[in-house]
Nanobody, 125 residues
């Protein structure tokens, strides 16, 4: 069983940067696809970025492309989301997610089997 714990959220001014971390316990994520989603109250969870299980491909939502970057730690048990040029509309709770081993990564939340508890990111104008 994989447990995911996010950290790094907080309050930042528009134009600033934050780096979110997602630490896995129980096992590494070396064979899992991973992704970040975000959610605001009253709206569905929105795909942000994903990294395939083999590290060959990364995918980004159009709204964050060129500003956000997903990466993994050397031991592949930590996933990061570097967020630059933040905008007020990036304000949300950000969730880390992982697939079952050797499964593809997609933009749908239903593709992911493991989730963290979320970390709040607030961008002030």
């Amino acid at each position: 069983q994989v447990q995911l714990v996010e950290s790094g959220g907080g309050l930042v001014q528009a134009g600033g940067s934050l780096r979110l971390s997602c630490a896995a316990s129980g096992r590494t994520l070396s064979s899992n696809g991973v992704a970040w989603f975000r959610q605001v109250p009253g709206k569905e969870r929105e795909f942000v970025a994903a990294d395939s299980w083999n590290g060959i491909s990364t995918t980004y939502a159009d709204s964050v492309k060129g500003r956000f970057f997903i990466s993994r730690g050397n031991a592949r048990s930590t996933v990061y989301l570097q967020m630059n040029s933040l905008k007020p509309e990036d304000t949300a709770v950000y969730f880390c997610a992982a697939t079952r081993p050797y499964s593809g990564t997609y933009g749908s939340a239903s593709s992911y089997n493991y989730w963290g508890q979320g970390t709040q990111v607030t961008v002030s104008s």
